[in-house]
């Protein structure tokens, strides 16, 4: 359907949802897969048909928060304001993100689950389906299996079936907004892709949104937490004689010539600064191609490309 769309609409068909283009109507399908149209292209008849066939994403733009720390975080990230969230405490943000199969028919329901689920978070809905969660107090490596046992209880309480992506560590400040930004349009084309899993990180889905979207391919989607981790010279060469010797902690601190506990001192630090446990493969592969990124980039800036 959706390719016969974009034959049908050409240049007038956009994707993946952008909160802030407000030229196109916005819709989402029964998978979770969102485009546009522009406005000016679409006929009364032709609006009353996708309205008819898909889930329109302006259901929840215009809502009105009565909690008055909800609707300054959504002045921050959705709309102008440069003006941080004075309610918030601590220095570290996290966002979830959300997809359901189908629409709810109580979502104020589900909303109270999450903010029991999670302790007090923010929660958007982006669509009927969509939505993002901020934990604004967040556990350095938050497990899958914490996220899978919490949408298992919620898929059987609501009977709907869930996604669930776990985004990056995030410094509370001014730049969360185009970290956030960039973050939802990765995570957007992630859940386009194949996704057999309940729940997925932020960095298994690398990969895939590497092959998927390589214009995203920049440091700027990478959280300052690590874009600093790896600019410590000790911390980086550590990494990567770690990664050159599988994983393999007894024989890195041997290459490394420092005693075993010494080098579980600085992957201890590194895991708590960016919440990434580096112990595991998955994990690990993303780092090295962060790393791997952050060069090249670096590299393109010194000779002048």
Known sequence: MLEKLKRYFQTAYTE????????????????????????????EDELNLLNHLFTSIDFYSDRKYTSRLKQEWHEFLY??????????????????????????????SFEEAIIGGFGQPILFWQSRTHGVIIDQQPQGAFTKKECNELIDTLTSDFFVEIHGYIGQLHKFDLTLKEKVSYEGQCIEIMHQGVHQEKVITFYEGFPLLLIESPSLANPCILSDYLLESVQEQEMLHTLQVFFRNNLNASLTAKKLYIHRNSLQYRLDKFIEKTGIDIRTFSNAAFVMLAILLIKKKNSLIVHGA
Do not use: A, C
């Open 79 to 108: 709309e102008h304001s440069n003006v941080l969230p004075v309610s918030s405490v601590g220095e570290t943000v996290r966002l979830f993100y959300f997809y359901l199969k189908t629409p709810l028919e109580d979502p104020n």
């Open 16 to 43: 993946p949802f952008n909160q802030d283009d407000k030229n196109s109507y916005w819709f989402q399908t029964d998978d979770g897969h969102t485009f546009g149209i522009r406005k000016t292209e679409l006929t």
